[in-house]
């Protein structure tokens, strides 16, 4: 089970990734100069009137907002692990899922924010770090 601290911990340990409260509600981000990689998401009024509407309910827990390689990518995710990643129509068309922090174990957290991060920052330095982790690209 991740927590925000997993999170915020995992997050900063990349390269050139800084945590910034961000939007109304102050919530806490992690981004880097290209954008945000992840972020808590707490739930907003009209999310919840669109899931009624939809007839579904915002997940009990932590949720956190992750960056993701586009729709497919997102759509896969939401389909191999539907109790972990959702979305809702706010990010409708937007490269980012949604995800149950409390359902994640730190692996898969790892997983999802370094790609998130690979994302968001000049190849050049996703390949260094990756090179320096013993990781294959």
């Excluded at 981004?31 to 907003?44: H, I, K, Q």
């Excluded at 939809?54 to 827990?61: A, M």
């Excluded at 497919?72 to 191999?80: D, G, N, W």
């Excluded at 979305?87 to 409390?102: E, M, Q, S, W, Y």
Aim: aromatic share 8%.
């Amino acid at each position: 089970m991740a927590t925000l601290d997993d999170v915020r911990r995992i997050a900063l340990e990349f390269p050139r990734v800084t945590e910034k409260a961000e939007g109304h509600s102050g919530s806490a981000a992690w981004r880097t100069s290209a954008g945000m990689l992840a972020w808590e998401r707490p739930p907003r009024r009209h999310d919840l009137e669109q899931l009624d509407a939809l007839g579904r309910e915002w997940p009990k827990g932590t949720i956190i907002g992750i960056r993701v390689d586009g729709e497919q990518a997102k759509a896969a995710l939401i389909e191999t692990c539907p109790d972990v990643f959702f979305t809702i129509p706010h990010f409708d068309g937007f490269p980012a899922v949604l995800a149950v922090a409390d359902a994640m174990d730190e692996t898969l957290l790892r997983e999802m924010l370094t790609d998130a991060w690979l994302l968001r920052v000049p190849t050049t330095i996703g390949r260094a770090w990756l090179a320096e982790h013993g990781l294959a690209e």
